[in-house]
Each structure stands twice: as C-alpha cells, then as structure tokens.
C-alpha cells in the first residue's frame, strides 16, 4: 500500500467553523490531490497540487482552499463549513515516470457538518 | 470532455458464478482508463489499469476488463465470485495527460453484491 495517511479519520463541527484536513505521504511524490465522496456522484476533484507551493482548482473547488509547504504534506481547509461539504474526503498521489498516471488513494476523512 | 457511465449501480450475483460490471466512457484523448474497488468504510484500491497497451488487462484478484475502442467500453469481469469481492467498483479515465497532473473522472459506481 503506498504510504499515505489522513487526519483526522472523523470529525464532527458546527456550520461556519473552519476545517482543516490534512494529508501526509512518505513516498514522495510530486502530485497530491484532494477529492470528495458524496452517494451518487462518484468521487469529484476539489484541487490538486503539482509541487511544492503549486496547486490548481478542481471540478468542485468553491468552499475550499489548499496548501502545500512541504513535498509530504497537502492540506485541505474549509473556511467556513457548511452542512453541504458533509462528505467523504480522500487525498491521492500520483509519481513519476509511468505510474504518473495512477493514483493510489488514502483512508478517508469522514466530515459531518452540523 | 472525459465521462465515464456505469452501466449498473447494483449488481447481484450468487458466489461462484461470473462477474460482469459495465463501463461505457468517452474521451476526446486516448483514454486511460482504470478500475477500482471500494469495500466498506475503506480507501480506494487499484484493481487494473489500461494505458494503451494490450486490450485485455488482467488485475489483482482474478479480475480482467477488455478496452473494446470501437465499442467505448471497459466491462470488468471475474470468472468466479467470491464472497470477498462484495464492494463497490469505480470505472475511472483520466483527461488523458501524459505529464503533469492527471484529473481522474470517476463513474457513480457499481455496488457487487454477492449471495452465498
């Protein structure tokens, strides 16, 4: 399994709190995306990141914004949640040469907004 | 504009017969295209992956899944079923990017159900 870890695994808060999500790989790799899981819908692309400091939006990016500082951690805040980010949240990478194109998913953030 | 359509959202089948989950998707690149699987409260793993080599693409678990271009399909299969294939299944393509970043589109997923 590649070496990616989530935290929290769940949270509960109030709406109108802000939230941060974070994401942490050992593998180095330079692509790390964040994704939610709603019933119905598959999972979507909220953002993502090519580098150290550089990230793009995703398909679902309004609410959200994203910080990477270091190659092994991505975060994910919510500024001010509101009861419709209630979700699922996954990060993924992705690395080099061939297997750039493969993502390999960590456990999941379960994020209940009240 | 990349797609992906699951065929079926729950598929039934008793434990020892074949396997089939459909996938139709659409690509305005050469597609790579991936499925994974999902079991209860867990992450998503990496059953197979096509990247225009061999049509046929054989997975962990016993699982195969055939690109058939002129059919934009990408059916998953499994000779037998097993109890522990009980989960969720996403046919997935990328927007097709050889470099850089790639988005992924995920279909709505097909939750396997099988009958002991």
């Known amino acids: 399994d590649a070496g990616i870890t989530q935290s929290p695994r769940h949270k509960v808060t109030e709406t109108g709190t802000p939230v941060t999500l974070r994401c942490h790989q050992t593998?180095?790799?330079?692509?790390m995306y964040w994704y939610r899981q709603d019933p119905g819908h598959g999972l979507r692309l909220i953002h993502y990141?090519?580098?150290?400091?550089?990230?793009d939006k995703g398909e679902v990016s309004d609410g959200y914004s994203v910080s990477r500082s270091k190659t092994e951690d991505f975060l994910l805040t919510l500024e001010s949640a509101t009861s419709s980010q209630t979700s699922v949240y996954f990060c993924?990478?992705?690395?080099?040469?061939?297997?750039?194109?493969?993502?390999?998913f960590g456990p999941g953030t379960r994020l209940l907004v009240l | 504009a990349q797609s992906v359509t699951q065929l079926d959202s729950h598929v039934s089948v008793s434990e020892g017969t074949p396997v089939l989950l459909r996938c139709n998707y659409s690509s305005s690149y050469s597609p790579s295209l991936f499925w994974y699987v999902q079991h209860p409260n867990k992450g998503l793993q990496l059953l197979l992956k096509y990247t225009s080599a061999a049509t046929l693409v054989k997975g962990i678990n016993g699982f195969e899944a055939e690109f058939k271009k002129s059919e934009t399909s990408f059916h998953l299969t499994k000779p037998s079923a097993h109890m522990s294939d009980a989960a969720e299944y996403f046919c997935v393509v990328s927007d097709g990017r050889k470099t850089g970043a790639n988005n992924l589109f995920f279909g709505t997923g097909t939750r396997l159900t099988v009958i002991p």
């Open positions: 990141s090519y580098g150290v400091k550089d990230t």
């Open positions: 593998e180095n790799h330079r692509y």
């Open positions: 993924a990478i992705s690395g080099p040469g061939q297997r750039m194109e493969t993502q390999y």
